[in-house]
């Protein structure tokens, strides 16, 4: 297994955000790329989770046992048979137990060679911990995944890194479609995210004033752990993920200081 090359294929990509960032860190009033949501399109709205962007790698082996990676959003941390191990952020020790439940989980029946979950690890000793508990208490949302065949996998590996990352960087990740990926959350019994709401692509708002009005709606966290203070914003997605944008209060606050 060449984990170099797993790492790249299985990063998480950046999310732009949904204004433009110009200088000194405000936002500009066009929207990032020129693109907002066609009128015909559904916005699902879901809470932007602060803390670590971490990820759970199931590969398949030959003779059918579920082999398991756990990282962070740069680099990965620990392999199934302490393989690899890195402390860093927790992240890994407090996400075992979970990698060994998704080995013996309904996914095992599904027709994959790897399958790779998103989550945000959050609380414990990350920066924003105290907006989700007063005990440093850790915990996790899930919010993605995607799941890649044998043949293509094998094709992938095959590549040279520069061309792995080439593939991941321009969107050729096969994420889940929102419906299919909440109702496997569900059927894996994980905490997912939570969808705040969905909006008709001609009714999301598009000025910065409008849409910082519309952030305030959400501005208390959903996922506390023993509290519950403010949210760092939220994640806007079409169904297919092929339109994704993330909403921060500190940009649209640092925008409008005087």
Known sequence: MDLKKINSLTKYPSILTYHELGERGRLNDALTEGQGFSESAQAYVYEKVDGENSRIILLRTSDGDIDYLIGSREELLYAKGDRIGNPYGNIAEFLKPLAEQLTTSCLADEDWALAVIYQESYGGKTKASKNYSDRKTQSYRAFDLFTLDAQTLEELLSLPPEKIAEWREHGNQPFYADEA??????????????????????????????????????????????????????????????????IRFEDYERTFRK
């Open 181 to 246: 990926k909440q109702a496997l959350f569900e059927r894996l019994g994980l905490q997912a995210a939570p969808l705040l709401e969905t909006v008709h692509g001609a009714d999301f708002p598009t000025s910065l004033e409008d849409t910082f009005a519309y952030l305030k709606k959400f501005e208390t966290t959903q996922v506390g752990i023993d509290s519950a203070g403010r949210a760092e914003g939220i994640v806007v997605r079409t169904a297919d993920r092929k339109f994704i944008r993330k």
